[in-house]
């Protein structure tokens, strides 16, 4: 990959052939280019669905540049655990392109001609993380690292699909939480919602590639009696080859959620086609989780959810529907021809 520095020291090589230096000359101290300082910039903190502004300028040591052709301005955004870099946006000239899922999201700010902040719009659960923008114009280049923070509420939740238990590699876990309306958990997620009481006795994949889950209450089971209630660890593990349930995050709302009052219990299908038919679709696992964390959903009716489980959420515990604890409650992924279930809906804003 042509990084924009390796541009800049192009840039320099030939600048200076253009004055007659020799090969050797262009890389003497007094010739060499400037050494490029990575700047960091403090967090920032967005709500999901909002705007989000990222600052990066170029600072110019002088108004004109030998053999300028424009600045030019790459925004990469780090993997969780800082091994690897996506593209998000970059502009050369007249040529600007957005990646992925910021394309139609992201573009710049250029309030003047050293301007290189970058606008993205409808915040999603997965834009938060650290980002990276580099910029040049002739001799003069820059790095930037800028840190987004979720500043709304969110939870945590375990999942795994209708195969089962350990079936999940991390790429699939990731398909799996966004399938959910929900990203990978973070450590620091995971962490809080230890800390919020979260005892969980199987593994799952963090963002960071690592594979851990939290126990509040040790038991022969979970790591044994005598070990002290944390986050337990099997450590960093092959994202292709080992297999783990996940840890999935999601965030406040931006819609309703609530219970399809029907007069007979549905099958799967029919319990899409009556969400549908109300103006909404069926309710994804995340939407649940939200609505009872962060809103107190309360509701002992088991129903259908988007993946085929069927689960119902309690906020207030009760004989038969949850008597020792708050919790979101499943009944498991029963055959979808089953009339067995009503079914929850999810209308968005």
């Known amino acids: 990959m042509i990084t924009l520095l390796s541009l800049a020291i192009l840039a320099v090589s030939l600048a200076n052939s253009v004055h007659g230096q020799t090969g050797s000359d262009v890389f003497s101290t007094e010739n060499a280019p400037k050494v490029t300082v990575v700047t960091e910039s403090p967090n920032l903190v967005a709500n ?12 110019r040591s002088s108004t004109f540049h030998f053999g300028s052709s424009g600045m030019r301005v790459k925004w990469t955004k780090y993997s969780a655990d800082f091994t690897q870099e996506s593209d998000v946006f970059v502009s050369m000239g007249f040529h600007k392109k957005a990646y992925g899922s910021f394309q139609d999201r992201a573009f710049l700010q250029e309030a003047d001609d050293s301007d290189a902040t970058l606008i993205i719009t409808n915040v999603g659960l997965d834009d938060y993380g650290k980002y990276k923008c580099e910029v040049m114009d ?8 800028v840190t987004v923070e979720l500043q709304d509420k969110g939870v945590v939740f375990p999942y795994y699909p209708r195969l089962g238990r350990y079936n999940m590699n991390f790429h699939n876990a990731e398909k799996a939480c966004m399938d959910q309306d929900a990203v990978v958990a973070s450590f620091e997620q995971l962490y809080d919602a230890w800390q919020g009481g979260l005892d969980w006795c199987n593994a799952g994949w963090l963002n960071d590639g690592s594979v851990q889950y939290p126990i509040t ?6 790591g044994g009696m005598r070990a002290a209630a944390g986050l337990r660890t099997y450590g960093r593990r ?54 009872w964390k962060l809103q107190g959903y309360d509701r002992c009716d088991a129903g259908w959810l988007a993946d085929g489980s069927v689960r119902y959420p309690i906020s207030n515990p009760r004989t038969n529907c949850s008597p020792t604890e708050a919790a979101v409650r499943m009944v498991g992924f029963p055959d979808k021809k089953q009339k067995l279930y009503g079914v929850y809906c999810y209308k968005a804003q």
């Open 217 to 222: 209450k040790p038991r022969e089971p979970c």
């Open 138 to 145: 002739g001799m003069d280049d820059n790095v930037v690292e």
């Open 238 to 291: 092959d994202k292709y080859n080992h297999y783990f349930d996940v840890f999935c995050f999601t965030g406040s709302l931006r819609g309703r959620f609530y219970w399809l009052v029907q007069a007979d219990k549905l099958n799967f299908m029919e319990a899409v086609q009556a969400c549908q038919d109300d103006g909404a679709e069926i309710a994804k696992v995340g939407h649940m989780y939200a609505a």
């Open 48 to 59: 999901r669905g909002g705007n989000l502004t990222l600052p990066c300028r170029l600072q």
